[in-house]
């Protein structure tokens, strides 16, 4: 809980800082209008996050977590965010046993939600819908209960 409250307050920190100094800067630092297009903003890699939980709960992504860590092979860290070594783990327990051919990236990319969809429609988690890799409202419910259930059964 103590690490917990450290990375919160880091992480406050940090956007407050970073929030404080666009805050205080004047026209003189703001870019000349000819400069690149507005949408390079919002395609730098400081946009982008940093973990993709699929609309669980930090406490679901928990039981993910320590479901994925019953493996002797995998050692990820638990905390609840669903980053790019969470993804690599699920990405090889679905090619490990549930024949998915997936590429292991840590990308959440269609082929990887395809999988997943395959996995909680075949493994007992209630998931009705198509296999499409769009990870839509039933493919969230389903994850979200593999996750709570995880969460009672495998996290201290």
């Known amino acids: 809980m ?8 880091s992480a406050t920190t940090a956007v407050g800082i970073a ?4 805050a205080t800067a004047g026209t003189a630092m703001a870019a000349p209008a000819s400069s690149a297009p507005r949408s390079a903003v919002a395609a730098s890699p400081a946009a982008v996050a940093a973990y993709n939980n699929l609309g669980l709960t930090k406490y679901q992504a ?5 479901f994925l860590n019953t493996s002797v092979l995998v050692d990820i860290e638990v905390d609840g965010y669903l980053g790019k070594e969470s993804w690599k783990a699920i990405q ?3 090619n490990n046993h549930w024949d998915q051919s997936l590429d292991v990236d ?3 990319g269609p082929a990887t939600i395809r999988g997943l ?9 209630r998931y009705t819908g198509d296999l499409d890799g769009i ?15 995880n969460l009672e059964q495998f996290c201290e």
């Open 2 to 9: 103590r690490a917990l409250t450290k990375a919160l307050v």
């Open 19 to 22: 929030a404080g100094g666009l």
């Open 62 to 66: 928990y039981g993910v977590q320590c």
């Open 92 to 94: 090889n327990f679905l």
């Open 106 to 108: 840590g990308i959440v």
């Open 117 to 125: 969809q395959y996995f909680l429609k075949n493994g007992g988690w």
């Open 135 to 149: 990870a839509g409202p039933g493919t969230r419910a389903a994850f979200a209960r593999f996750g709570q259930a």
